[in-house]
Nanobody, 121 residues
Framework: VQLQASGGGLVQAGGSLRLSCAAS????????MGWFRQAPGKEREFVAA????????PTADSVKGRFTISRDNAKNTVYLQMNSLKPEDTAVYYC???????????????WGQGTQVTVSS
């Protein structure tokens, strides 16, 4: 499956952004989807995941209550709504697909190219 992330940009602290990730190539609904991020000098970290039906959405403690993951299987797209953004949310955000429901980065087989999110103070 091929993944194309979009929606990043520059936003002030307290603002919002909505990331999108469009999938193509294989049936989207068979994949668990996740969002990850990587800040300069840091390891890539889990942000949120969503199971095939959208009924389960584990989220990292650092973004809980501010970020929401969702998916539209008819549009082959997964979203990450980011509210109340903080400067520490600045990172490249990646969407990824896996066959197993997991939050482990290494278990995700397919990755998008990343989209930059910069939050100014």
């Amino acid at each position: 499956v091929q993944l194309q992330a979009s929606g990043g940009g520059l936003v002030q602290a307290g603002g919002s952004l909505r990331l999108s990730c469009a999938a193509s190539g294989r049936p989207f609904s068979r994949y668990v989807m996740g969002w990850f991020r990587q800040a300069p000098g840091k390891e890539r970290e889990f942000v949120a995941a969503i199971n095939r039906s959208g009924s389960s959405t584990p989220t990292a403690d650092s973004v809980k209550g501010r970020f929401t993951i969702s998916r539209d299987n008819a549009k082959n797209t997964v979203y990450l709504q980011m509210n109340s953004l903080k400067p520490e949310d600045t990172a490249v955000y990646y969407c990824a697909a896996a066959l197993d429901f997991t939050i482990a980065t290494m278990s995700y087989e397919y990755w998008g190219q990343g989209t930059q999110v910069t939050v100014s103070s």
